[in-house]
């Protein structure tokens, strides 16, 4: 026979967004429980930043993000900070450091915020089951929640189970399944943070450069974010922080524009040579590894010396070095992107507290959102921030 529990607040996901959610309510003394499909808690921020999680950024602001309705995560903003999330590592004296642009990681082991997750929400009384097949779900007067292991039944119910990066860490379209079950309306879901990759056949000398890495300003048609970070070339196209970030925003048939080695100033540059005897690969292997220059100098133009370039020539070496055009076919999918995005739609949602408008005591929290926000922390924080506020309200 199956147990039968009643508990005030049950949370879907004990990932980063659900453990915060539990905690702030525990805290209040509401009985919290936890469903984790897993047999562990906080699987991606176990393997996040290297195994050093990068728990969050202190540049974190609604503009690091991606939403169909920004104003939403102003809001939430407002009341969690990336300074408020410092406090309470700091509190459990982790010790962490700024790697690059306001990254903040710990100095051991991503194990330290788990541990810190699991103390807290051992100190607010929460119940955490793991391993859990959720077979059912529904709301009478309140939800009722069936599992292999038992029925549970609550007045407050929180979705926090992420998105569909990271298949292999469990990953799963539940949450979403969970949002049609009850008419909430979604954004279109993608991948996100993700590599992008190119026609095999069409830029097969591309990808004999495979493991090569550069210096660049990336950009995308549609928006004017520009993020200016390491490229690298894969065996299927680019990755790399630079990548990743425009991932974001790229759309599919669209190209992405890369500044190389932005910090340099290539009218000067090509210009000062244009009168010598020096071969154009010769010069740009000066400023990029011998083989990308190769590369790059037939890529623009058949390499010859300089001063045999026309001044057209000339322009159009110097146009191609400010904007190398990147026409991807498409990215690596779920399996490599770091985030989803898209998801339960924020006009569904009251910004003061996570609650759906539509049903009473049912909440969206985390990653399943649709709010996204860039590489470096920023995700951690939407999670923390939005975990929190349901946190005070369930």
């Known amino acids: 026979m199956q147990k039968k529990l009643n508990y005030d607040v049950t949370i879907i996901g004990a990932g980063a967004a659900g453990l915060m959610a ?17 047999n562990h808690i906080g699987s991606k ?64 082991s991503s194990r330290e915020i788990v541990n810190m ?11 955490i089951e793991l391993s859990v097949n959720i077979q059912n779900i529904k709301k009478d007067n309140i939800f009722t929640v069936t599992t292999d292991s038992g029925i549970y039944t609550s007045e407050s119910l929180v979705i926090a189970c992420g998105g569909l990066s990271f298949p292999k860490k469990g990953a799963t379209d539940f949450g979403y ?45 549609g928006t004017k974010v520009t993020f200016k970070e390491n490229v690298l070339i894969t065996h299927r196209g680019f990755s790399g922080p630079a990548i990743l970030q425009i991932s974001s925003y790229w759309q599919k048939g669209k190209e992405i524009e890369l500044r190389l080695e932005p910090e ?6 090509i ?28 890529e623009i133009s058949s390499s010859k010396p300089m001063i045999q370039y026309s001044s057209k020539e000339i322009e159009n070496i110097i ?18 992107a770091e985030v989803t995005t898209g998801g339960v739609d924020t006009n569904e949602l009251n910004q003061k507290t996570m609650e759906s408008k539509k049903i009473k005591g049912l909440y969206f929290i985390g990653e399943i959102v649709d709010v996204t ?18 946190g005070q309200n369930i």
Do not use: M
């Open 45 to 108: 921020i176990l393997i996040s930043g290297g195994g050093r999680c990068n728990f969050t950024n202190i540049n974190a602001n609604p503009n690091c993000y991606i939403s169909e309705n920004p104003h939403f995560i102003k809001s939430v903003f407002s009341r969690y900070s990336s300074n408020d999330f410092i406090e309470l590592v700091e509190k459990h004296n982790i010790e962490y450091y700024e790697k690059t642009l306001g990254q903040l990681f710990c100095k051991k």
């Open 22 to 38: 539990a905690i702030e309510a525990g805290k209040r003394g509401r009985k919290v429980l936890i469903l984790e499909k897993n």
């Open 264 to 269: 340099l100033n290539w009218d000067e540059i």
């Open 177 to 221: 399944k969970i949002a049609k079950q009850f008419e909430i309306d979604l954004i279109k879901d993608r991948p996100a943070l993700v590599p992008i990759t190119v026609d095999e056949r069409k830029n097969s000398s591309l990808l004999e450069l495979s493991g090569l890495s550069f210096k660049a300003e990336a950009k995308t048609e």
């Open 117 to 127: 997750l699991q103390k807290e929400c051992n100190e607010a009384n929460v119940t």
């Open 319 to 336: 146009q191609r070095l400010y904007a190398w055009k990147i026409n991807p076919n498409g990215d690596e999918g779920y399996a490599k």
């Open 373 to 390: 926000g860039w590489l470096g922390g920023y995700n951690f924080q939407w999670a923390w921030a939005s975990g929190y506020i349901a």
């Open 271 to 298: 210009n000062s040579h244009s009168r010598e005897r020096i071969e154009l690969k010769t010069l740009l292997s000066n400023y990029f590894s011998q083989r990308l220059a190769d590369y790059l100098a037939n």
